[in-house]
C-alpha cells in the first residue's frame, strides 16, 4: 500500500470512528507493516505540533513558569517522542488485564494516527492566533472546547479500537492523560 493510500485510508478510519462506526478500524492497514508504519505519522507530525502549540499556548495564562520559544518546542518534542515509546509498551500488559490484547495492534495504529487531529485543528488556530485575528479570550474557550472533543475521541478510540466497555475505555483515556503529565514533568525537570 502506497503512503498516500494508507494516508487517507487512516484518515478516513478516524472518521468512521468519531461517526461512531464500529467498523471504523477496519480501513486502517492492520497488518504488522500497517503497525509500524502507523508510528511514522507521529514521528513527522510531534515537531509540528510542538510549534503549532507556541503562539496558540501564550495566549493561555499560567501560574507556572514555562520555557518560551524554541527552548519550550524541544521539551515538548522530546517529551511527546518518549511518551511514543512508552505507552504502547505500557499497553501491553493493560491490553493484557483487561483481556483485549487481541484488539492492541489495531488500537495502537489508531492511536498514532489520531495525532493528525490536534495537527489539524492547531495549524489555523496558530495563524488566527500568531495574526492577532482572535483574542486570548476565544483562544482560551476554543482550546479547552477541542481538549474535552479530544478526550472525548479518544474514549471513541480506546472504545472502538479495543472493543472493550466504556470504564475499561476510560481508564486507558486517563491512563494516557497521567502518564502525559508524567512524562512532562519528567523531561521539564531535567531541561
Known amino acids: 500500500m502506497s503512503w498516500q493510500d494508507e494516508i487517507s ?3 478516513f478510519a478516524l472518521w468512521r470512528i468519531i461517526r461512531f462506526d464500529p467498523a471504523g478500524p477496519s480501513y486502517f492497514n492492520l497488518t504488522v507493516d500497517g503497525f509500524w508504519r502507523s508510528f511514522a505519522a507521529p514521528i513527522v507530525l510531534i515537531p509540528v505540533l510542538s510549534i ?3 503562539p496558540v499556548l501564550a495566549m493561555v495564562p499560567d501560574e507556572t513558569e514555562r520555557p518560551g520559544g524554541m527552548t519550550s518546542v524541544v521539551v515538548a518534542t522530546l517529551s511527546d517522542y518518549v511518551f511514543l515509546v512508552l505507552f504502547p509498551l505500557i499497553m501491553i500488559p493493560v491490553t493484557r488485564w483487561l483481556k483485549v490484547s487481541e484488539n492492541y495492534s489495531t488500537f495502537i495504529i489508531a492511536w498514532n494516527w489520531a495525532i493528525v487531529v490536534p495537527v489539524l485543528f492547531f495549524l489555523p488556530m496558530a495563524i488566527l492566533t500568531a495574526g492577532d485575528f482572535i483574542s486570548a479570550g476565544v ?4 482550546i479547552l ?3 474535552l472533543f479530544l478526550v472525548y475521541f479518544s474514549f471513541l478510540i480506546a472504545r472502538t479500537c479495543l472493543e472493550c466497555h466504556g470504564a475499561a475505555a476510560a481508564a486507558v483515556v486517563v491512563l494516557d ?3 502525559v503529565e508524567v512524562v512532562d514533568y519528567a523531561i521539564k525537570s531535567l531541561a
Open 139 to 142: 483562544t482560551q474557550m476554543v
Open 52 to 54: 503549532l502549540l507556541v
Open 145 to 147: 472546547s477541542f481538549f
Open 177 to 179: 492523560y497521567v502518564l
Open 9 to 11: 485510508r487512516s484518515l
